[in-house]
Protein backbone atom coordinates (compact mmCIF):
# COMPACT_ATOMS: atom_id res chain seq x y z
CA UNK A 1 0.00 0.00 0.00
CA UNK A 2 1.16 3.65 -0.54
CA UNK A 3 2.27 5.92 1.59
CA UNK A 4 0.07 8.93 2.10
CA UNK A 5 1.00 12.53 2.66
CA UNK A 6 -0.69 12.62 6.23
CA UNK A 7 1.87 9.24 7.17
CA UNK A 8 4.45 11.32 5.48
CA UNK A 9 4.99 15.05 5.54
CA UNK A 10 8.45 14.67 3.30
CA UNK A 11 6.32 14.13 0.32
CA UNK A 12 4.14 17.59 0.92
CA UNK A 13 5.30 20.03 -1.62
CA UNK A 14 6.41 23.63 -0.61
CA UNK A 15 3.27 25.03 -1.06
CA UNK A 16 1.12 21.77 0.92
CA UNK A 17 3.39 22.86 4.21
CA UNK A 18 3.73 26.14 4.14
CA UNK A 19 -0.11 26.74 3.46
CA UNK A 20 -1.10 24.51 5.75
CA UNK A 21 1.07 26.16 8.26
CA UNK A 22 -0.47 29.57 7.52
CA UNK A 23 -4.03 28.49 7.44
CA UNK A 24 -3.36 27.27 11.07
CA UNK A 25 -1.47 30.29 12.47
CA UNK A 26 -4.63 32.06 10.60
CA UNK A 27 -7.32 30.23 12.46
CA UNK A 28 -5.66 30.20 15.92
CA UNK A 29 -5.80 33.99 15.51
CA UNK A 30 -9.40 34.15 15.00
CA UNK A 31 -9.90 31.75 18.28
CA UNK A 32 -8.30 33.89 20.27
CA UNK A 33 -10.14 37.27 18.25
CA UNK A 34 -13.33 35.77 19.41
CA UNK A 35 -12.26 34.44 22.59
CA UNK A 36 -11.29 37.99 23.71
CA UNK A 37 -14.67 39.12 25.37
CA UNK A 38 -14.79 35.77 27.20
CA UNK A 39 -10.85 36.85 28.74
CA UNK A 40 -11.68 39.67 29.14
CA UNK A 41 -14.93 39.10 31.59
CA UNK A 42 -13.40 36.39 33.26
CA UNK A 43 -10.32 39.08 33.91
CA UNK A 44 -12.80 41.35 35.30
CA UNK A 45 -14.23 38.98 37.25
CA UNK A 46 -10.66 38.35 38.92
CA UNK A 47 -9.96 42.08 39.22
CA UNK A 48 -7.70 42.92 35.87
CA UNK A 49 -7.82 46.07 35.23
CA UNK A 50 -7.24 46.98 31.27
CA UNK A 51 -3.80 47.88 30.28
CA UNK A 52 -5.17 51.43 28.53
CA UNK A 53 -6.84 52.63 31.84
CA UNK A 54 -3.46 51.84 34.02
CA UNK A 55 -1.05 52.98 31.48
CA UNK A 56 -2.62 55.56 29.93
CA UNK A 57 -6.12 57.26 30.92
CA UNK A 58 -4.35 57.30 34.32
CA UNK A 59 -0.37 58.36 33.03
CA UNK A 60 0.96 55.00 34.33
CA UNK A 61 3.86 55.35 31.47
CA UNK A 62 5.34 58.55 33.37
CA UNK A 63 6.23 55.85 36.24
CA UNK A 64 7.14 53.29 33.49
CA UNK A 65 9.77 56.17 32.43
CA UNK A 66 11.37 56.67 35.53
CA UNK A 67 12.00 53.16 36.13
CA UNK A 68 13.70 53.08 32.65
CA UNK A 69 15.63 55.46 33.36
CA UNK A 70 16.90 54.03 36.82
CA UNK A 71 17.31 50.72 35.33
CA UNK A 72 20.03 52.61 32.53
CA UNK A 73 21.54 53.90 35.03
CA UNK A 74 22.26 50.76 36.43
CA UNK A 75 22.99 49.11 33.51
CA UNK A 76 25.83 52.21 32.68
CA UNK A 77 26.80 51.38 36.62
CA UNK A 78 27.66 48.17 35.82
CA UNK A 79 29.24 49.30 32.60
CA UNK A 80 31.37 51.52 34.20
CA UNK A 81 32.49 49.22 37.23
CA UNK A 82 33.91 46.39 34.68
CA UNK A 83 35.28 49.11 32.30
CA UNK A 84 37.44 50.10 35.42
CA UNK A 85 38.02 46.27 36.65
CA UNK A 86 40.16 46.00 32.59
CA UNK A 87 41.38 49.21 33.13
CA UNK A 88 42.98 47.97 36.55
CA UNK A 89 43.87 44.61 35.30
CA UNK A 90 45.40 45.90 32.23
CA UNK A 91 47.76 48.85 34.30
CA UNK A 92 48.82 45.70 36.79
CA UNK A 93 49.22 43.26 34.52
CA UNK A 94 50.42 45.79 31.11
CA UNK A 95 49.72 44.00 28.02
CA UNK A 96 50.91 40.57 29.29
CA UNK A 97 47.38 38.13 28.93
CA UNK A 98 49.85 35.82 31.74
CA UNK A 99 50.17 36.40 35.14
CA UNK A 100 53.51 35.88 36.79
CA UNK A 101 53.75 32.16 38.60
CA UNK A 102 52.47 30.04 35.70
CA UNK A 103 53.06 26.26 36.35
CA UNK A 104 55.30 24.27 33.98
CA UNK A 105 53.67 21.53 31.77
CA UNK A 106 53.46 17.99 33.30
CA UNK A 107 55.36 15.99 31.66
CA UNK A 108 54.78 12.43 30.41
CA UNK A 109 56.39 10.82 33.41
CA UNK A 110 54.72 13.16 35.78
CA UNK A 111 51.29 12.27 34.57
CA UNK A 112 52.12 8.61 34.21
CA UNK A 113 52.99 8.51 38.04
CA UNK A 114 50.40 10.35 38.87
CA UNK A 115 47.81 8.00 37.10
CA UNK A 116 49.95 4.97 38.04
CA UNK A 117 50.01 3.53 34.58
CA UNK A 118 53.11 2.38 32.63
CA UNK A 119 54.88 5.55 30.74
CA UNK A 120 54.68 3.75 27.55
CA UNK A 121 51.06 2.90 28.10
CA UNK A 122 50.54 6.51 28.24
CA UNK A 123 52.30 7.14 24.98
CA UNK A 124 50.07 5.00 23.19
CA UNK A 125 46.85 6.76 24.70
CA UNK A 126 48.28 10.22 23.61
CA UNK A 127 48.98 9.23 20.25
CA UNK A 128 45.60 7.30 19.53
CA UNK A 129 43.03 9.64 17.80
CA UNK A 130 39.55 8.46 20.30
CA UNK A 131 39.69 6.14 23.09
CA UNK A 132 37.72 4.95 25.62
CA UNK A 133 38.76 5.06 29.74
CA UNK A 134 38.10 2.65 32.02
CA UNK A 135 38.26 3.39 35.95
CA UNK A 136 38.00 1.21 38.80
CA UNK A 137 35.75 2.49 41.97
CA UNK A 138 38.67 4.80 43.19
CA UNK A 139 39.29 6.66 39.35
CA UNK A 140 42.77 4.36 38.63
CA UNK A 141 42.53 3.97 34.70
CA UNK A 142 42.30 0.10 34.56
CA UNK A 143 41.93 -0.68 30.68
CA UNK A 144 41.81 1.66 27.32
CA UNK A 145 39.98 0.60 23.47
CA UNK A 146 40.98 2.56 20.91
CA UNK A 147 37.94 3.71 18.80
CA UNK A 148 37.42 2.48 15.52
CA UNK A 149 37.65 5.30 13.20
CA UNK A 150 34.56 3.74 10.79
CA UNK A 151 32.28 5.27 13.68
CA UNK A 152 33.24 8.66 13.93
CA UNK A 153 33.59 9.65 10.20
CA UNK A 154 29.35 8.70 10.20
CA UNK A 155 28.90 11.33 13.20
CA UNK A 156 30.47 14.24 11.71
CA UNK A 157 28.95 14.13 7.90
CA UNK A 158 25.58 13.95 9.68
CA UNK A 159 26.35 17.41 11.24
Request: hydrophobic share 45%; net charge negative.
Amino acid sequence: MPETIINRPDLQSFQQKYGQSLITVLFWVLFFFFMRPLIGMVGWFFGVQLFTDIMIERGGYHALFDLLSWYAGIVVLIGLVLESWSLYNLYRYGRNEKRKHQPQPAQAGEIAAFFQVDPDWLNELQSAMTITLEHDVHGRLINSREESDEVWPLISQSR
